[in-house]
């Protein structure tokens, strides 16, 4: 008998992305094996952070477009429509735009 495995062989590589910032229109290059939290702060965005896991939701920012690849456990379904965790979320899409 022949076992089929329909999950996948590997993981998928975390891709680079860029971050923008609508109220300064600064933007940042989040690297594969970068957060979005780490970025922003390297450039000087106060983001205040604790859990880096997204369990505490100390990090939560709005965001205004894009397609964010949430990670979290600490927002609903309604709130990630309209926030991310910025320690733990990457972006589907190649930019990302946070309402900072």
């Known amino acids: 008998m022949q076992t089929i495995s329909l999950t996948p062989s590997s993981t998928p590589a975390e891709t680079t992305f860029e971050l923008v910032l609508a109220r300064s229109q600064m933007r940042l290059s989040v690297g594969a094996e970068e957060s979005m ?3 922003l702060q390297l450039a000087g965005v106060a983001i205040e952070t604790l859990c880096e896991q997204g369990v505490c ?4 920012t709005p965001w205004l477009d894009g397609t964010p690849d949430h990670r979290d ?6 709130e990630q429509a309209t926030h991310v965790a910025v320690c733990c979320a990457r972006s589907h899409s190649a930019t990302l735009t946070l309402d900072l």
Request: proline content about 0%.
């Open 37 to 39: 939290a780490d970025v």
């Open 73 to 78: 456990s600490c927002l609903s379904a309604a």
């Open 57 to 60: 939701g100390t990090c939560v």
